[in-house]
């Protein structure tokens, strides 16, 4: 890339006249290359009062233009300004007359209020605004070389403020900005009225003007105003968007002690009864976790617990929902005491977790490490008498497929299997799993003879399970359906 | 816009002098201007507008590429693409003639239309007298239906949209794909002879086809064999590289096909359509609910849930107050406390609501709850349904009749309406709309499905008087989704032009599909 610079000048203003228009006129490039020697004289040339000529230039260029050219002279480098202003102006020169319909150019906001690039009729906004030639109102809309000529003097703050002045015409700017429908102009208007009305006046006008307040509000949220978001929201009495607001923030907080301290400032906010339930129990998770997150770290690297060394920890616990940080208990502190924070026990009880989660949960994680005494202890409860019976809150088709995608052996799958109470089901999933005694058992009781044949021929030959069903089906005590 | 102001000021403080520029597709926004200048940075970058709105994807399909659009609008009330969308109308328009007939429902689309009928009136004179090319224009809001944006797609352009994410028309297809060790970028449309004959095929009916069309290429390969030299000599010069691109197109899509069942199976997608469907259909909506809070215990993932969640509470015009506590509180449990924020956002977009408290439905069922087991509860909860809810999908649904009546078998190998897209299911809400306005040609008799939609005042006809327009562009139909629309949508349009003799052409804000639906919804990233 060995351009001289004023290849790259030329590249720049070529490239920038294709931003343009897809069909390049050689006459307009040059044209652009002359005007921009001659930008300058140009100025001068439109500081006179009475070129009507002008009129259609100048049309690009307005007040607020004049208010950013004035605050790039407080911020940026004067040739950076004076670059932009060039540009500017050759725009003013050469595009917009093509057929193509051109992007609005958004320097000037009676063109953006039409929203496309031919001059001339101002219509409904300037129209209204500009009866007179009084200078309170706005005038720079209605004379354009008026604005020219604010736009290319010095300016100072004060002029600014100067021109439009009357609240109502700015309220009226408003109104025909959301009657236009876009978002862009009515921003641009906001923008606007923003930086020259109070706080507490822009606030109270937009109360009753719902699309203007809706595009406020998401304009403060893009450029991450915060502090006028929340108090728009304190002001407009929208106690739940103001909570939701401020915990949103939580979301940037990265180190985890910063988080939960903020989130901590999150649970006396106005949020609806369930959702402060529900901040509540971010906080109290974020906390556990952290000092579980500590602990276990500390026991992995001393390398003397068992369960860390067979199975190390892949990613740390921190800001993981509520059931993975379930399974991680499970998985790594199982038998623990309710007493100490990192027992699954402990969590159950501090978070209110439901029976059906929690073996759910539970059932996955011992699975996993093919615990199967575990998996057995979940579902076995003893009646008064002392016997043992298995019960589980999710059914047991649920427990033998993930007993089944944790590659539990046949003999554990069998007996789940077995303990479905749906038939049908369960003679589905013993032929998946090839649960074979299960298969042949449910036929039998079904009296389903055809069924068991063709169980039959999917049995390897001459195995223990093929005489099982010889057996059966010679067998003369069964009354057979088919 | 502060990333390249950090950019540049980084630049600035290592002494480091460059020329930026700043080019903003398709349209720079007032607010973009302002955080320049107050970063310091206005004067340094010159910036520049490339007006790129329209992307032709195929020959029948203009996106716009704006997937913000859909968040923007229907989330944050925000309308900076309103003057987009019009800039397009109008681009299109003077490209093809002043549209004669034009429709809409939809607040976004009310105002689209406006804007455009301003721009149209400032440039007056400009399209006068040309001859019409295109004879009507639909324009649809994508909250008019959010069924149909929700549901799980099983036509093959949908399917391979879910499951692999389309981008820009093409796609990616990894290794498991492409049996080769390297993943291929593939543009997807009607070039792709193999694909534009299964695309709009119902996912049964792409294998027997691939298949099909994979012995007719053996069987030309064959040929060769009793060849003599010059007909070898012809056949290599002439067929083979047609055969060999086909060929090389059938092996990536009977791929894909694989891909799709391997996956699906693994999902139990047989389980999640036939609760889909019920959601539809409005039966058994208490064990609809039990799956998905299934769904959501078993950790499945965030996005499905959300989804099936949203598809229940549109379809039964909220989620009872009981139900949306228990499920939201089990989605935080599952996926992260963090989600409470796209609760909240679902809420004001009216994907996921509670119905009002205080309903008859919801004070019985409690109480006769405590009553009864689960079972039975849920029977009756289903019972009180259907007497006392005032579901206005249900009535839409019933009143346009979406939900096909079936002695039998629904063919899908020959489908005989819109709703094979949906295995038979369901007719898309949107593309029925657009059948019965254009077969009155008008919103006569459809007042009540109107007000229905909460459209009333928000559904309009723009007929401009227009005796050049001839049969040929009366028949030619431009349909444009404000927020996107799905592959499924585009299928059940193609054939409802194949069977009425229409064309349609498809303008889209971007292409959707369920997923990028709950995403852009989602506060959290995933």
């Known amino acids: 890339m060995n351009r001289t610079k004023g290849d790259e000048e030329e590249y720049w203003n070529s490239s920038k006249f294709k931003a343009f228009t897809f069909d390049d006129e050689d006459d307009e490039l040059s044209q652009l290359k002359e005007s921009k020697r001659a930008v300058n004289s140009l100025r001068d040339f439109v500081d006179d009062d009475d070129d009507d000529d002008d009129l259609e230039r100048v049309s690009w260029s307005g007040e607020p233009v004049g208010s950013i050219s004035w605050s790039i002279k407080e911020t940026a480098s004067n040739s950076g300004s004076n670059h932009e202003r060039e540009q500017l102006k050759n725009r003013n020169n050469f595009s917009s007359y093509t057929q193509l319909p051109k992007p609005a150019s958004t320097y000037s906001l009676s063109s953006i209020f039409r929203g496309r690039t031919r001059p001339g009729s101002f219509q409904s906004l300037s129209d209204a605004l500009s009866d007179t030639p009084a200078k309170s109102y706005a005038p720079e809309l209605g004379r354009p070389k008026g604005e020219y000529r604010d736009y290319s003097n010095d300016w100072s703050p004060s002029d600014t403020v100067r021109r439009l002045r009357k609240g109502k015409d700015k309220l009226q700017l408003l109104e025909e900005a959301v009657s236009m429908h876009d978002g862009n102009v009515i921003t641009a208007v906001l923008i606007f009225l923003k930086r020259t009305l109070s706080k507490e006046i822009l606030f109270r006008e937009l109360e009753v003007r719902q699309v203007a307040l809706r595009h406020l509000i998401h304009f403060l949220k893009e450029i991450g105003d915060q502090k006028l978001l929340l108090d728009l929201f304190r002001f407009l009495d929208r106690t739940e968007e103001l909570a939701l607001t401020h915990y949103r923030e939580h979301l940037n907080i990265q180190d985890p002690e910063k988080r939960k301290e903020f989130l901590k400032t999150c649970i006396g906010l106005p949020f609806s009864a369930e959702d402060s339930a529900h901040i509540q129990d971010h906080y109290t998770l974020l906390e556990r976790q952290i000092i579980i997150e500590a602990n276990d770290r500390h026991l992995e690297s001393a390398g003397q617990t068992e369960i860390f060394r067979k199975h190390p920890r892949k990613a740390s616990i921190l800001n993981m929902p509520l059931v993975t940080t379930l399974f991680y208990s499970c998985f790594y502190h199982y038998t623990e005491a309710e007493g100490t924070f990192s027992s699954p026990v402990n969590l159950k009880k501090t978070f209110k977790i439901p029976e059906k989660q929690y073996v759910l949960t539970a059932l996955a994680a011992r699975a996993k490490l093919r615990a199967w005494h575990d998996v057995d202890a979940l579902f076995t409860t003893k009646n008064w008498l002392g016997y043992t019976k298995k019960r589980a809150p999710i059914g047991f088709h649920r427990v033998v497929e993930i007993l089944h995608k944790n590659s539990a052996p046949v003999q554990i799958l069998q007996e789940y299997v077995n303990l479905v109470e749906d038939v049908d089901t369960k003679l589905n999933l013993a032929t998946k799993f090839r649960c074979h005694d299960v298969v042949i058992d449910t036929c039998r009781d079904l009296k389903d003879r055809q069924q068991l044949l063709a169980y039959r021929s999917k049995v390897d030959k001459g195995s223990a399970e093929e005489e099982k069903i010889d057996a059966v089906l010679s067998s003369s005590q069964i009354r057979w359906k088919n | ?526």
């Open chain 2, 1 to 526: 816009m502060r990333y390249i102001a950090n950019l540049v000021n980084a630049d600035k403080m290592a002494g480091r002098t460059r020329k930026y520029k700043v080019i903003f597709s398709p349209q720079k926004f007032y607010a973009c201007e302002m955080v320049l200048e107050e970063e310091g940075i206005y004067g340094d970058v010159s910036c520049d507008e490339w007006a790129f709105s329209l992307l032709p994807l195929d020959v029948d399909l203009l996106s716009m590429e704006l997937p913000e659009f859909f968040r923007d609008y229907f989330l944050e009330g925000d309308q900076c693409w309103i003057n987009t969308v019009a800039q397009a109308l109008h681009l299109l328009s003077t490209l093809y003639g002043p549209f004669p007939n034009c429709y809409g429902i939809g607040r976004c689309a009310k105002m689209s239309h406006e804007l455009w009928r301003k721009l149209e009136e400032e440039e007056d004179g400009e399209t006068k007298g040309r001859r019409p090319e295109i004879g009507h224009v639909f324009l649809l809001d994508r909250d008019v239906d959010f069924v149909t944006a929700l549901c799980s797609q099983v036509v093959y352009e949908g399917l391979v949209d879910d499951t692999f994410r389309v981008k820009c028309g093409s796609v990616d297809f990894g290794p498991e794909v492409t049996s080769s060790d390297k993943s291929l970028k593939v543009l997807l449309n009607a070039e792709d002879k193999v694909f534009n004959e299964i695309r709009n095929e119902h996912f049964s009916n792409v294998f027997g086809f691939l298949s099909q069309k994979a012995r007719n290429l053996q069987a030309q390969y064959d040929r060769r064999r009793g060849m003599d030299i010059k007909q070898m000599k012809n056949f290599v010069s002439q067929e083979l590289k047609g055969l060999k691109q086909e060929h090389r197109l059938l092996s990536l899509h009977i791929g894909a096909c694989e891909s799709i069942m391997k996956k699906k199976t693994k999902q139990d997608f047989q389980e999640l359509i036939k609760t889909e469907h019920a959601l539809l259909e409005g039966f058994s909506i208490r064990e609809s609910t039990n799956y998905i809070e299934e769904h959501i215990d078993r950790q499945v993932s965030p996005i499905e849930s959300l989804r099936l969640m949203c598809l229940l509470s549109i379809t039964e015009n909220g989620l009872i107050p009981k139900d949306y506590r228990s499920l939201k509180t089990q989605y935080l449990q599952s996926y992260g406390p963090e989600h409470l924020l796209t609760f909240s956002n679902l809420r004001r977009a009216g994907l996921l609501t509670e119905q009002a408290p205080g309903d008859t439905l919801t004070a019985m069922e409690s109480k006769v709850s405590k009553l009864v087991t689960d079972k039975a509860a849920g029977k009756i909860t289903d019972a009180f349904s259907s007497l006392a809810k005032r579901s206005n999908f249900r009535a839409i649904s019933k009143k346009l009749n979406l939900i096909p009546r079936v002695d039998g078998e629904y063919d899908l190998k020959v489908p005989r309406d819109m709703a094979y897209v949906f295995s038979g299911a369901y007719v898309p809400l949107s593309c029925r709309i657009i059948e019965q306005v254009l077969e009155r040609q008008s919103w006569q008799g459809l007042d009540e499905v109107v007000r229905l939609l909460n459209c009333s005042e928000l559904a309009f006809t723009d007929m401009t008087k227009e005796d050049k327009a001839s049969s040929e562009s009366l028949r030619l139909i431009l349909v444009v989704f404000l927020g996107g629309c799905t592959f499924s949508e585009i299928s059940a349009l193609r054939f409802l032009g194949r069977e009425k003799g229409y064309r349609f052409i498809f303008l889209t804000t971007a292409v959707t599909n369920s997923v990028r639906l709950m995403e852009a919804m989602s506060e959290v990233k995933a």
